[in-house]
Every structure is written in structure tokens, then in C-alpha cells.
């Protein structure tokens, strides 16, 4: 009986030896690898149940729907982030990594995110559009056109019965009452909301009937402000040539409507403040003007009525001045008789020196021509000389330059060149002669020392791997040394394992 217990032992130790036999914790911890490295971080949406937030600081409950739940965990470095408390019955919004708690074997959810389900959508669709809008331009200073300093007309776009409409209309009573209101009726949320409001902005850009236009509505949820953040209202609002005050909600909240607007109000009276001047500062600024302007020409009339007063002294009496221009005026007009008198007397004398002087023309003529004559006799006798000076020195010019001709010069010389290159061809040829021979020796003599044809012989040459160094004792390398050995045909890159220096 021992002997066949023993050999059942054997057995069954045999058979677990050849069985792949998992413990729990390799089973366990295998399998939350499969289970991570299976799901990305994926969004999950349920109700929270069993909410447990011990002294750790991290939250744990179960979330589950109508058929099905699941564990989770929020450590304490995510759950810092949150935006509100999670209670239990709350519906969530979680951003996830699937995972496996190993201690129990139990499957559960690492948040990573959690936000509120219902508002967390909207909240998500409003910065996605927020985003790209920002990113093409739409909310940049460049685009924002200026309000009018002083309109004629307001454009209202919201609901008639809300009480932003009767808050703006109170508001610019108060303060301009002059200023004309147009209202254009929409509906500011449910579904057809939006449409309504981008038909009304494009509505009051085509009839041109307003300065300016305030678009808004009183305060309420993401969801009761949702139809302001459609993105054909943004578009709208960007391509209307009529400046746009935003006036949605209260100071707290913001749409894509507010970003895009020329201007954003953060309630609707607010928009009407911005819209219109406070006449009664208007009236105050004119009645200071008007002192102002009173004073001014008050003070210009005392000095002009003194520069009068000083030019009415300084002023002499006329009939004075008048006498005094008619004795001027005479003693001018005997000097300028006298003057004329001396003049014609003058060039009187002059016109009877010029007579007695002045020759008949004919004389000056006949005289002329006599000289012009005798010139063009001179110049010709003149050039007949040059020309025959000039004819006698190109005729010696000519004799000495035959004597010159280089011809034979130029013979001599080209035989001598010729001569001259046959001697300087042949010298070339014996001094190529006479290098070769010596090329030869040379080749012989360094064949005969060179230390190939040592290696021909049988003998080698061996240096140091790393440095190229030749090696000529034993004791230059250490065991391990890699050295090089060159054959006379090929190159040994060897390993020494022993060294003896003897």
C-alpha cells in the first residue's frame, strides 16, 4: 500500500508538471492587463448609488442604469477638480479607464473626469463651437465695429412680453428719450428660437431702419440661453453691417452670441446705457458750453472795443492828411518836370554828336570789301604754302619708312626659332630618357627593401587594433588586446590570450 501511495504521488506531481496551473493572483492580475490594455479611456453615463467619500479624499460608489452596474473609484488628485458635490441619484457624465480591483477580483471604472450629465453635453457642444469660431476669426477686435455716439434709432431683437424688452425701453426713456425704438418679436428659446432670431438680425440689416441693434434676454439655465449659442445666429451677427450690443442673461453668463457681438452688455439695461447718451448730461454739457462761448465773446468785444478806442487816437484828422498829400504831390510834380526837361535836353546833344559823326553806308561797304579782299588773297597764298610744306614732309616720311621695313628681321628670326625648337625637342627627349632609367633604379631598390616581400616569406606584421601601433615586444599587449596581423595576402584581427615576454 505505501509503495502504490507513493507512486500516485509521483503521479500527480507529474501531471501538475506538465499542466500550466494558474495561481488566483496571476489570473487575476492577468486579466486586469487584458482588461486595460482592451478599452481606451471611453465616456460612460449613469446614475451614482452607494456614494462613499471616507477621510482619504477619495470617492468610491456604484454606477448603474436600468440594467446594470458597475464599481467605481475617484482618487483623490482627480476628484480635486470637481465642479459640484456627487450625490447619490445624480445623474453623471464619466471619463473613464476600464480596470480590475485585484484584492477582490472585482471589475471597476478609474474616473479620470466627471461632470454633471445633463448640462456637461451642452457645456461640451458650447467651448467645441466656441473653439472653432475663435479659431476662423470671429471673435477678433479687428472685426467690432464702433457704436454711434448719438443714434436716432434703436433695434430691440427679443421676446415683446420678457423683461429685458420693458427693462431697455425704461432705461433709454430715462436717459434719451428723443431716440426711436424698433422692435423685432422673436421667440429667445424652444426650438424654432434660433431660427428666429438669425431671420430678425438679418431682417434689421436689410431694412436699415436702426443705428444700432440690442439683441438679448433675461437670465436663465445653459438650457434657457442654448438658442443664443447656435452657430447660424454667430454667423449672422458677424456678417451684419449694423453694430450689435449682446445683452444675454445676467453678468455670470456667457454665449457664443456675447463673444461674436461688436459689444457685450452684461444685462439688458446694462445694453441700454451702452446704446444712448444720459441726456441730462447732454443738457448739462450745453448749458457749460454755453457759459463758456458767453464769457469768451464777452471778453472779445472788451478787447476789440479797447483797439478801437486806441486807433481812434492814434488816427490823425483827415483834412490834415490830406493837405499834406497835396503838397507832396506837387513837389513831385516840379521835380518830375524838371527831370524830363534835363532828359530830352540830353539826348538832344547826343543825336547831333551822332549825325556829325555818321558816315554814308555806301563808303562803309566799298570799304568792307576792299579789306575782305585783301584777307582772301592772304588766306590762299597762305594755304598753297602749308600744302607744300606739308607735301615735302610726308614724301621724307614716306623714304624713311621704306628704309625701315623689318622683313629680313623677321626671317632671320623665325629660322632661329626653328633651330631653337628642334635643339629643345631633343633635350626633352634625353632628359625623359635619363628619368625613366632612373625610375627603374628606384623601383629596384625599394623592391628590394620593401617590407611586402618580407611578408612573401612568410613573416607578418602586427599592431594594435585600437591605435594602429606595431607591436615589437611581447610586453607592448595584455591578455584580451585585440591586435591586428597583417599577412602578405589578407589582414587576421585576433584576441591575445597569453603573453610571454620570454
Not at 463758456?292 to 472779445?300: A, N
Not at 516840379?334 to 555806301?362: G, T
Request: proline share 4%.
Amino acid at each position: 500500500m505505501a509503495v502504490q501511495s507513493t507512486s500516485n504521488q509521483t503521479s500527480a506531481l507529474a501531471n501538475r508538471a506538465v499542466k500550466d496551473v494558474y495561481p488566483v493572483s496571476r489570473l487575476v492580475r492577468e486579466a486586469r492587463v487584458l482588461l486595460e490594455g482592451s478599452f481606451p479611456l471611453i465616456w460612460v453615463e449613469g446614475e451614482i448609488s452607494n456614494l462613499a467619500m471616507p477621510a482619504s479624499g477619495h470617492i468610491y460608489f456604484t454606477l448603474k442604469d436600468e440594467a446594470a452596474q458597475v464599481r467605481c473609484a475617484m482618487f483623490r488628485n482627480r476628484n480635486n477638480q470637481l465642479r459640484f458635490t456627487p450625490e447619490n441619484g445624480m445623474q453623471v457624465l464619466l471619463r473613464v479607464r476600464v480596470s480590475l480591483y485585484e484584492g477582490r477580483g472585482e471589475f471597476q471604472l478609474i474616473i479620470e473626469h466627471m461632470e454633471e450629465a445633463g448640462s456637461g453635453a451642452l457645456q461640451r457642444a458650447y467651448e467645441a463651437l466656441k473653439h472653432r469660431l475663435g479659431q476662423e476669426g470671429l471673435f477678433d477686435q479687428a472685426h467690432k465695429k464702433t457704436l454711434p455716439i448719438l443714434p436716432k434709432s434703436i433695434g430691440i431683437i427679443s421676446s415683446p412680453d420678457g423683461a429685458a424688452v420693458h427693462d431697455i425701453v425704461s432705461v433709454l426713456k430715462r436717459r434719451f428719450p428723443a431716440v426711436d425704438v424698433v422692435l423685432y418679436p422673436v421667440a429667445v428659446q424652444g426650438e424654432n428660437a434660433a431660427g428666429q432670431l438669425v431671420a430678425a438680425v438679418k431682417l434689421a440689416d436689410q431694412r436699415r431702419d436702426c443705428d444700432v441693434i440690442i439683441i438679448g434676454r433675461g437670465g436663465g439655465s445653459l438650457e434657457d440661453l442654448w438658442s443664443f449659442n447656435d452657430e447660424q445666429l454667430a454667423r449672422a451677427i458677424f456678417a451684419c453691417e449694423l453694430p450689435i450690443i449682446s445683452a444675454v442673461g445676467h453678468e455670470i453668463d456667457f454665449t457664443i452670441c456675447d463673444f461674436v457681438a461688436d459689444v457685450r452688455a452684461p444685462t439688458p439695461s446694462a445694453a441700454a446705457e451702452l446704446a444712448v447718451p444720459d441726456a441730462q448730461q447732454y443738457v448739462l454739457s450745453f448749458q457749460r458750453y454755453q457759459q463758456q462761448l458767453t464769457h469768451i465773446i464777452r471778453q472779445r468785444l472788451i478787447t476789440d472795443q479797447r483797439h478801437l478806442q486806441h486807433l481812434h487816437r492814434a488816427l490823425p484828422r483827415p483834412e490834415l492828411i490830406l493837405r499834406q498829400q497835396t503838397q507832396w504831390l506837387t513837389q513831385q510834380k516840379r521835380m518830375l518836370d524838371s527831370a524830363w526837361r534835363r532828359y530830352l535836353l540830353n539826348y538832344q546833344q547826343k543825336l547831333d554828336y551822332l549825325s556829325v559823326r555818321l558816315k554814308h553806308p555806301k563808303a562803309q561797304i566799298d570799304k568792307q570789301r576792299s579789306a575782305l579782299n585783301s584777307l582772301s588773297h592772304r588766306l590762299q597764298t597762305a594755304f598753297r604754302t602749308q600744302q607744300k610744306s606739308v607735301y615735302q614732309q610726308f614724301q621724307s616720311l614716306q623714304f624713311r619708312l621704306q628704309r625701315q621695313v623689318p622683313l629680313p628681321q623677321i626671317d632671320e628670326q623665325q629660322k632661329l626659332v626653328q633651330t631653337l625648337a628642334k635643339q629643345n625637342q631633343r633635350l626633352i627627349l634625353q632628359q625623359l630618357q635619363q628619368a625613366k632609367q632612373f625610375l627603374a633604379q628606384q623601383m629596384r631598390t625599394l623592391a628590394a627593401v620593401s617590407p611586402l616581400n618580407t611578408l612573401d616569406r612568410g613573416y607578418s606584421i602586427t599592431s594594435k587594433r585600437d591605435s594602429g601601433e606595431v607591436i615589437t615586444t611581447a610586453a607592448a599587449v595584455s591578455p584580451g588586446d585585440e591586435v591586428l596581423i597583417r599577412l602578405h595576402k589578407g589582414l587576421l584581427s585576433c584576441e591575445v590570450k597569453k603573453v610571454d615576454e620570454k
